[in-house]
């Protein structure tokens, strides 16, 4: 039996999604319990040049959501940018993953030579073959942007490891 394109995919992201939220619940209850006030958790960036937390979550929702949306030939679902709290930031990761339960496996099955064409920065184009897409694309950036949403909640403290990264 072969791995489908929808098992490769959506299960795989809504469980990234739902670690990457249990990451953020106890960087909130960590915050309340050191009186920390929640925003600077949400601006803290590793590096000056970096995105911040919240950008890092609204960015790994977007990769889901497009990926999701992308190879099952669908409109992308427009999110604001605008999550300055942890309830903001875990109703994104929920809305996402309410997004991706919605998507079947018809949708996404044999989506593996689909056309993907992304519109880059400054105008520029990147076409890809769905499970290159997938593969090369939606996973590393996805990954990336979850991992980075770690460290800074790492960095600053909060108790996690390996084990609330991978998830049960």
């Not at 040049?49 to 949306?69: E, H, W, Y």
Request: aromatic residues 10%; proline residues 4%; hydrophobic residues 45%.
């Amino acid at each position: 039996m072969s791995l489908s394109m929808y098992d490769a995919s959506i299960p795989v992201l809504k469980r990234w999604l739902q670690n990457l939220a249990a990451i953020l619940k106890k960087a909130e209850e960590h915050a309340a319990q050191r009186k920390i006030e929640p925003t600077v958790l949400i601006n803290a960036r590793l590096f000056p040049d970096m995105f911040p937390l919240s950008r890092q979550v609204q960015i790994a929702t977007d990769q889901a959501k497009g990926c999701a949306a992308r190879l099952a030939g669908i409109e992308i679902p427009k999110f604001e940018d605008t999550e300055a709290s942890f309830d903001e930031l875990q109703a994104r990761i929920a809305k996402t993953i309410g997004f991706l339960d919605g998507i079947q496996a018809a949708q996404i099955d044999g989506s593996e030579t689909r056309t993907i064409v992304l519109d880059l920065h400054g105008g520029a184009k990147k076409e890809f073959l769905g499970k290159d897409y997938l593969l090369t694309w939606v996973f590393p950036n996805f990954y990336f942007h979850v991992t980075t949403a770690y460290a800074i909640l790492r960095h600053n403290g909060i108790d996690v490891g390996k084990k609330d990264y991978l998830g049960a």
